[in-house]
């Protein structure tokens, strides 16, 4: 069952259970519902006629806002499947004392079946909405509520199929009975089921829940959120017009079919007949939505009112209403229905409670009391067929305000993430107006530097003015400033022989010169365009960065980045293969270190398949950023709806929460990627990988979990490699596989004690192999003095071993030991920022092993790697903290 959910439906493991619990609820209300909702709609328009439907609706509407008045103030304290439960306990017992009144030939009991059954109509739209809303977010959604209003279409389609047959068996009074049953059972299941899925209301939840809004807030809410806006109108226009069309359909039924039981068939086979078809046509919903998007499929259910309406006006008989009962059904259910749970999802969260019980619950019941009304005092005026000209009026504005939201929708999307996530790129604009400048990102997007935004066609005025000759020269100077000055001074001369020296200095890890190579090559503006993309194919990482920061901030919008996009994007799909491979093997630290670092791989493509969007999308940035927050969700959706049409099959599954083998179903089916998935297939090929690290690792992992002989061509193959830990891990390898006893790399040794700092928490295995290449191991004897009070330091220590006592006033008659320092801390931070002499002796206590990072390397880390600073940042905060107690 599990494997036929996710195979055919895309139901996935982790959705299979709270999706059945769900669909299980909905499917068992409303067959319950199907038979009661006949029994009631066709024993009352037989006993009291059409005339009286506008008076009914009317008092169900403000019976209604009585009704959510009440669970407005109970949604405080409660969570909506328990209050969804108390009202149907409640529904369950007050339609069996009617079912007694009913058999007492009370007529007054039919009405109030009418009240109840229009009135758990609103109620199931608002909470069980609300329920399904709460399991799953928005792109989950996408997916899944399909699915969920096919379990209740399929309910009622055999509910209304089912009532003629049952009626004509037992009777039609025991359908209160069935109903009854069905109310009592779902609403004490739910009671007893609920808290597994959806918990407690914790403190945090209740803040939110209460944060009501007061309907004076409304327009302002309303101008302020455009998905507001078109939420109040889709709620309030089809509330208005289905009134009317009921009252119509009403009076052409109860002229058409002369008896009750005639009238029961009639409207039982052909609700069964509309929820069949809308049945079949959900499962196909997800694909729709897919070719159609969601803004456009949300227009077919405003211009098919506008067509009934239309028909209405010209052709008043059964069959233009049996086309408009039909049709309003069919698209209700199978295309507006989920869209609009979908919509619901994108809501700001703090909004949210509010929405759901303002919009499902209060601006309906105002459409139904509004076409009421509508039709009580135009009544005596209009017969009903005449009504259809308002209805027409109505529904073309409704088609109006849909094009204007689907116009708005990308904003609407990016409104809802900016509520939580902060604009930098509104930030930017609004600086680039205040002082002329901009920010700019050169790292992944998680990593903040800044450069200076110049119109292209006015660097030369501010270059200085070098011979080419002599700055061709200078731009390989040793002095950071040399190579800057002699860099921009390209923006004047533009000459082509130094535009692969400039690309180079994209990499420059010095931030001087490689801000004015960026400046030198916006300059040359399209010339040198086509070595641009060429160079991004293969160029390290931080030099693509700088390729496509000129291009962006150029505004080259010729730029052909498909070659680019393509080979990143295959290299994410493949090293989701070897993820996968990975995560299947034996658990050990060297196959979570190479799993961890492939992860952190595909994060570092995604940062750059986001900064090339970002040539062409201005907030991609943003989108990225949303990512990794609780607005994921609404990110992936505006990333869909952003991007290139060809490209959205590409990137969504790489940024979408599925499971890991349907991100890579979906890559086989755009690239070549390996089928064979075994570990030794797998190995083989990171072995062999232009990257470093991934080579490295893969050897490493070769070595300590796989030792087999037939991985001796590989390792073999390797012995002439030009990097020294390369060939460490290499002799490691070997000897493994000999049965020898061999010392651990020194990068893999350094990586495991990097791991051990606090400063360093949070960073991958990148980060900690770049810092491992830098640093010093040095050896401490017992007395040796690795840092004197009042003599400047210009190095951090990392003890790895060993013991360090730190002084005050050492070697006086004042000294004092004020600590001493074991393994995983560190000494001198605090000159890196003040440049001040330290404050305190520090001395080696027994033999001490410690990492040294000249401060110089340190800030250069710093700035590539800012996670070390936050940490940092932490660390000074608990010292402030322990000073203060």
């Known amino acids: 069952m599990n494997k036929f959910l996710e195979k055919y439906l895309k139901i996935y493991p982790h959705e299979i259970t709270k999706f059945v619990w769900i669909s299980g609820i909905f499917f068992v209300i409303f067959l319950g519902f199907a038979f009661f909702r006949n029994y009631v709609d066709a024993s009352f328009l037989k006993r009291y006629g059409p005339q009286y439907i506008p008076y009914m609706l009317a008092i169900n509407a403000l019976l209604t806002f009585v009704v959510f008045g009440a669970a407005n103030r109970l949604n405080r304290l409660f969570l909506d499947h328990t209050i969804l439960s108390w009202l149907l306990i409640f529904c369950g017992v007050s339609v069996l004392i009617l079912f007694f009144m009913v058999k007492a030939d009370i007529t007054l009991a039919y009405p109030i079946l009418y009240q109840i059954l229009n009135l758990l109509d609103s109620i199931l739209l608002v909470y069980l909405w609300n329920v399904a ?28 199929f089912g009532t003629g047959p049952f009626t004509a068996f037992v009777g039609q009074d025991p359908t ?92 039982s086979v052909f609700r069964g007949l509309t929820t069949s078809v809308s049945f079949v046509l959900l499962f196909f919903m997800g694909r729709i939505y897919q070719s159609m998007g969601l803004t456009n499929a949300s227009l077919v259910q405003p211009f098919n009112f506008a067509v009934l309406f239309g028909a209405l006006t010209m052709f008043f008989n059964i069959y233009v209403a049996a086309y408009g009962q039909f049709t309003s059904l069919l698209i209700q259910r199978a295309v507006a229905g989920p869209i609009n749970k979908v919509f619901f999802n994108v809501i700001p969260s703090e909004l949210m409670s509010w929405a759901r019980t303002f919009i499902r619950g209060t601006v309906l019941k105002v459409g139904m009391l509004t076409g009421s009304l509508i039709m009580i005092i135009l009544k005596p005026v209009m017969n009903a067929e ?80 070098i011979d080419p000759e002599t700055a ?52 040359y503006k399209e010339e040198v365009l086509p070595f641009l993309e060429v160079s991004l194919l293969n160029a390290p990482i931080r030099t693509k960065q700088g390729i496509l920061e000129v291009i962006r901030l150029s505004g080259l919008k010729d730029f052909e980045m498909i070659p680019f996009l393509g080979q990143e994007l ?13 995560s299947a093997m034996p658990k050990s630290s060297s196959v979570d270190m190479l799993k961890e670092y492939l992860e952190e791989l595909n994060d570092e493509t995604l940062s750059l398949i986001f900064y090339a969007l970002w040539v062409y999308h201005a907030d991609m940035r943003l989108m990225y950023q949303a990512l990794q927050s609780e607005t994921a969700s609404i990110a992936v959706e505006l990333v869909e709806n952003s991007i290139e049409r060809e490209t959205v099959p590409y990137l969504i599954p790489l940024i979408e929460d599925i499971p890991l083998h349907e991100k890579i179903e979906r890559g086989r089916k755009l690239f070549p990627l390996i089928r064979n998935e075994s570990p030794e297939r797998i190995l083989t090929f990171l072995a062999n990988s232009d990257d470093a690290l991934t080579k490295i690792l893969a050897l490493f992992v070769i070595a300590e979990n796989q030792p087999s002989k037939l991985f001796m061509p590989t390792i073999e193959s390797h012995r002439d490699d030009e990097s020294e830990d390369v060939l460490q891990v290499v002799d490691y390898a070997l000897k493994r596989l000999n049965n ?49 009070e009042n003599e400047q330091n210009s190095s951090i220590y990392l003890v790895v071993t060993g013991k360090i006592a730190i002084y005050k006033d050492y ?75």
């Open 176 to 267: 209160l009975i069935l109903f009854s049953a069905v109310s009592l059972g779902v609403g004490v299941f739910m009671m007893i089921t609920g808290q597994k899925f959806l918990g407690k209301l914790s403190p945090k939840s209740a803040a939110v829940k209460a944060q009501t809004k007061k309907i004076t807030e409304a327009p302002g809410l309303i101008a302020r959120y455009p998905i507001v806006r078109y939420l109040i109108i889709t709620g309030l226009i089809p509330n208005i017009l289905l009134p009317i069309f009921s009252y119509q359909f009403s009076v052409i039924a109860n002229h058409t079919f002369a008896s009750e039981q005639a009238l029961i068939t009639f409207l």
């Open 133 to 160: 809303g709460d399991l799953f977010d928005a792109r989950q959604g996408k997916r899944l509520f399909p699915y969920v209003t096919a379990a209740q279409v399929l309910a009622s389609t055999v509910g209304s």
């Open 386 to 465: 005449q009504f259809s000209i308002i209805a027409l009026v109505l529904a073309l504005y409704w088609l109006y305000e849909t094009l204007v939201f689907r116009k708005h929708y990308r904003k609407t999307l990016k409104q809802v993430i900016v509520e939580k996530e902060i604009d930098f790129d509104q930030i930017e604009s609004v600086r680039a107006m205040d002082s002329g400048t901009a920010t700019v990102q050169f790292g992944p997007l998680s990593v903040e530097e800044r450069s200076t935004k110049l119109d292209p066609d006015l660097l030369h005025l501010a270059a200085p003015n």
């Open 570 to 582: 295959g290299l994410a799909y493949s090293n989701l293969v070897a993820i996968h491979v990975l």
């Open 811 to 885: 070697g006086t008659s004042d000294q004092i030991e004020k600590v001493v320092l074991g393994p995983g801390s560190f000494l001198g931070e605090l000159s890196l920022f003040t440049r001040q002499a330290p404050n305190a002796t520090c001395i080696a206590v027994e033999p001490t092993e410690a990492y040294v990072l000249r401060h110089s390397q340190f800030q250069g880390i710093m700035r590539i790697y800012p996670q070390i600073g936050i940490n940092l940042c932490g660390f000074f905060t608990l010292k402030l903290r322990q000073l203060s107690y």
């Open 472 to 523: 061709l020269r200078l731009l390989y100077d040793d002095n950071s400033a040399t190579r800057a000055e002699a860099a921009l001074s390209f923006a004047c001369s533009r000459d082509v022989r130094a535009v692969g020296r400039l690309v180079e200095l994209l990499g420059d890890m010095e931030e001087e010169p490689r801000k004015a190579a960026i400046e030198a090559l916006m300059a």
């Open 740 to 788: 020898e006893v061999a010392e651990m790399p020194d990068v893999i040794e350094r990586i495991n004690q990097l791991k051990q700092f606090g400063i360093f928490e949070g960073m991958g295995v990148r980060e900690l192999a770049a810092i491992s290449s830098v640093v010093n191991v040095e050896n401490f004897q017992p007395g040796d003095i690795m840092i004197r």
